[in-house]
C-alpha cells in the first residue's frame, strides 16, 4: 500500500527533447506528491509538487501531470538540457508523514 | 538562510564500531527526518520528529539505530555495533509544517552523510 512504482529506471534524451519519467501508486491516503532533482554527491532537491486536486502543475520547463483515477502521475521536462541531467525522484506522502518515495530514474541529456 | 547541513560529510568506520550523525535543519523548521539512501532499497524513511511529540520511529530497521533531536533543532542518529549493510548515504530533511494536521508539507534535504562500514 505504501509503495511508489517509477519508471523508467533510466532514460537517454537528446538535447531539446522532451522526457517523461511516470509513477502510479496505490494508497489512496496519499494526497501530496513531490519530484526530487538530485545530482551526484548532493542531497535531493524539490523540483515541483502536485496535490490531487488538479490534473495538471507546470512551473518553467517542468510539468506534473496527475491522473487520480489511474493513479498515476508524470514528470514531463520540456526543452531538457544537459544540465537537466540528474536523477530524478517521484515522492508521495499523505497520512504518515514521511515520504514514500519512487526507486529513481537516471535521466542522460545528450548535447 | 542556510539550508539543511549534516556532518561528518563521509564517515568511514569499522564493523562493530558505534557511529553519531549530525543533522543540522532549516531554522524555525519544526519537522525533522531522517532517511536512507542505499543502491538496493532506494530512499528509505527512518525516524521523523514534530516538536514536541513523540517521535515516528517506524522506519528505524533494527534496535541499532536511535535518534535524539535536543532543543527541538539539531538532532543525532546513532548507529551501534555497524554492520557492512549499514553502509548508506543518510539524509536528512526538515520541513515547517505550516499547519497542524496538513500533510502538505515540502521537505528540504540536507547533502546526507555517505557512511562506509569497512
Known amino acids: 500500500q505504501q509503495q511508489v512504482k517509477q519508471s523508467p529506471q533510466s532514460l537517454i534524451v537528446q538535447k531539446g527533447g522532451i522526457s517523461i519519467i511516470n509513477c502510479a501508486y496505490e494508497n489512496t491516503a496519499f494526497d501530496y506528491f513531490p519530484w526530487y532533482q538530485q545530482f551526484p554527491g548532493k542531497g535531493p532537491a524539490l523540483l515541483i509538487a502536485i496535490r490531487p486536486d488538479v490534473s495538471e502543475k507546470k512551473e518553467g520547463r517542468f510539468t506534473i501531470s496527475f491522473n487520480k483515477s489511474a493513479k498515476q502521475f508524470s514528470l514531463h521536462i520540456m526543452d531538457s538540457q544537459p544540465g537537466d541531467s540528474a536523477t530524478y525522484f517521484c515522492a508521495a506522502l499523505g497520512g504518515r508523514r514521511a515520504l514514500t518515495f519512487g526507486s529513481g530514474t537516471r535521466l542522460q541529456v545528450q548535447p | 538562510g542556510a539550508g539543511v547541513s549534516q556532518s561528518p560529510s563521509n564517515k568511514v568506520t569499522e564493523k562493530g564500531k558505534d557511529v553519531e550523525l549530525r543533522c543540522d535543519p532549516i531554522s524555525g523548521h519544526t519537522a525533522l527526518y531522517w532517511y536512507r539512501q542505499s543502491l538496493g532499497q532506494g530512499l528509505e524513511f527512518l525516524i521523523y520528529f514534530q516538536g514536541n511529540s513523540a517521535p515516528d520511529k517506524s522506519g528505524l530497521p533494527s534496535d541499532r539505530f536511535s535518534a535524539e533531536r535536543t532543543g527541538g533543532s539539531v538532532s543525532t542518529l546513532t548507529i551501534q555495533r555497524t554492520q557492512q549493510e549499514d553502509s548508506a548515504v543518510y539524509l536528512c530533511?526538515?520541513?515547517?509544517?505550516?499547519?497542524?494536521?496538513?500533510?502538505?508539507?515540502?521537505?528540504?534535504f540536507g547533502p546526507g552523510t555517505r557512511l562506509t562500514v569497512l
Open positions: 530533511a526538515s520541513s515547517p509544517l505550516l499547519s497542524r494536521g496538513a500533510s502538505t508539507d515540502t521537505q528540504y
